[in-house]
């Protein structure tokens, strides 16, 4: 699950819905951190990211839970 940007703030939408799954009684496991690879949409924001002056978010997580 990938996070995102609000008015150039990061959104961690990952721990928001960790966080979800907690208060619902699933235990974390694992955490999985996956690079991004050939998103279509790169070469758009790393031109971005200079104009704009924020960094490129390159990695999604994966959580693993256990009831």
Request: proline share 1%; charged share 25%.
């Amino acid at each position: 699950m990938g996070d995102t940007r609000v008015k150039g703030h990061v959104q961690p939408i990952s721990f928001e819905v960790m966080k979800i799954f907690e208060a619902e009684g699933f235990y974390l496991k694992e955490v999985i951190i996956k690079e991004q690879h050939n998103c279509k949409s790169t070469e758009y924001w790393k031109i971005n990211s200079i104009k704009h002056n924020f960094l490129l978010l390159a990695h999604e997580y994966l959580f693993v839970f256990r009831v």
